[in-house]
């Protein structure tokens, strides 16, 4: 039973559009949120995360939403570079120095 | 800028032969975890250490994986025999206790293939 879930495979997206990436969760006592990530035979690189408490959390041209009602959080880039062509990993855990759960990720294409 | 070292990046090695993957954690990281990553999959943890001890091999499959940290600082983790679904990117991650232990820095990881 996947915890995390990134339903979404792959999106392409053009340059300087936004991409918005998408995550669902189940366990609600999740209460930090992060995303990665990777390139290809990289390991996954931290890129933003937030806290249960907050809603919204911004870091130059990235921002992550998280909506806890409805157990749903996105990641938006904007403008979006070809430099952000990869895969990106949505991770979850509950308090304590739990390990983290990741969903199986969304491969973002960025087209110039 | 500190960095978690993985070795070796690449392994090839036939099923049933043994295989073994040693990580060196950014200086000062006291909790150390592996995790596997299949292709088209995220990772998934397979054990997690707090200094020397293993706090988290629920998901470890002891028959043939082990892992230890002894001294508390690098790490190995053994596949013995390796089987061919043990193909994947085996990636070693460190983290802080208190404040700084939400954010697990991953090494490049070591990719295995078993033919």
């Known amino acids: 039973d996947q915890q995390v879930k990134q339903n979404s495979p792959s999106l392409s997206v053009q340059e300087g559009r936004i991409s918005i990436l998408n995550c669902d969760y189940t366990?609600?006592?999740?209460?930090?949120f992060l995303w990665y990530k990777k390139y290809p035979a990289e390991g996954p690189t931290f890129l933003i995360s937030i806290s249960s408490i907050k809603d919204k959390n911004e870091d130059g041209r990235f921002t992550v939403f998280l909506n806890k009602s409805a157990k749903h959080l996105s990641l938006h880039i904007v403008p979006s570079q070809p430099g952000d062509s990869a895969v990106y990993f949505c991770a979850a855990r509950t308090s304590g120095n739990t390990p983290l759960v990741f969903g199986k990720g969304t491969r973002l294409s960025v087209i110039a | 800028e500190a960095e978690v070292a993985q070795s070796p990046r690449y392994k090839i090695t036939e099923k049933s032969q043994a295989v073994a993957f040693w990580c060196d954690p950014i200086s000062g990281h006291a909790t150390l975890y592996w995790y596997r990553q299949i292709l088209g999959q995220g990772p998934e943890l397979l054990v997690q250490f707090q200094d020397e001890s293993v706090v988290d091999d629920s998901q470890l499959p002891k028959d043939r994986f082990s892992a230890e940290r002894l001294k508390g600082v690098d790490s190995t983790l053994k596949i013995q025999p390796a089987e061919l679904g043990d193909s994947a990117m085996y990636l070693c991650a460190s983290s802080l206790n208190g404040a700084g232990a939400n954010v697990l820095t991953f090494g490049a990881g070591s990719r295995l293939t078993v033919l």
């Open positions: 366990n609600s006592m999740f209460d930090y």
